[in-house]
């Protein structure tokens, strides 16, 4: 158990470009979940995938983002024409299927600071 | 719809003093609840959770957390204070029905515990 990974930790872009993240869940979990933190509050949900279906996406996910997770590893979201907005801490977080530990791993984050 | 109130945004205690730091949700489902603490620039880790059984639960580094249905409570306790427990601390409440659910975390906004010598 390697722990959820997130790449890149940080990232400093300008507003307009595109930017692509990357989650490592931990092996074995066929739940994979994003979350986006800005600063002083709390996660909110983003989208969250079984195996490779992204089964529920939240309001806050714009025509801007898109998710994926091919063959239900690793999972991708990316940002087009990046906003000031969109500058937060971007969480992703793994879960056993149905039952298990019942509790979500979270990795590291990924910082987006858009300028 | 669930939602979670954090109850004081930042707490400050003595070393060595008690720590209470207060959580109420909402929930029109059997919730699951859970305490999550984050250091600076780091993800969330983990302090405990409740599921089902046992109202009282215990986790990592000496706290618990009592789970109150009729007062829809889950408060977040530690007898004595360490400065290591300087950080932030989210409540978060998922529902616990199996079948169906994605189990997704909503969170409170969080409560700056700071710890002083």
């Known amino acids: 158990d390697t722990g959820v990974s997130q790449d890149p930790r940080h990232k400093i872009t300008k507003r307009g470009q595109n930017v692509t993240f990357r989650c490592d869940p931990i092996s074995e979990h066929n739940r994979l979940y994003w979350y986006r933190q800005t600063l002083g509050q709390g996660p909110e949900f983003l989208t969250y995938f079984q195996n490779e279906a992204q089964l529920e996406k939240s309001r806050l996910l714009s025509d801007r983002f898109s998710a994926e997770r091919p063959k239900g590893s690793f999972s991708t979201l990316e940002i087009q024409r990046t906003e000031q907005g969109d500058s937060a801490m971007y969480l992703c977080a793994s879960r056993e299927a149905t039952g298990g530990r019942n509790e979500q791993f979270f990795g590291p984050g990924t910082r987006l600071t858009v300028l | 719809a669930q939602s979670v109130t954090q109850l004081g945004s930042h707490v400050s205690v003595s070393e060595g003093a008690l720590v209470l730091l207060r959580c109420n949700y909402s929930s029109s489902v059997p919730p699951y609840l859970f305490w999550y603490v984050q250091y600076p620039n780091q993800g969330l880790q983990l302090l405990l959770k409740?599921?089902?059984?046992?109202?009282l639960v215990k986790g990592i580094n000496g706290f618990e957390a009592e789970f109150k249905k009729s007062e829809t409570s889950f408060h977040l306790t530690k007898p004595s204070a360490h400065m290591s427990d300087a950080a932030e601390y989210f409540c978060?409440?998922?529902?616990?029905?199996?079948?169906?659910?994605?189990?997704?975390?909503?969170f409170g906004k969080g409560t700056l515990l700071t710890v002083n010598p």
């Open positions: 409740y599921t089902t059984g046992a109202t």
């Open positions: 978060a409440v998922s529902d616990g029905i199996w079948g169906g659910s994605n189990y997704k975390l909503t």
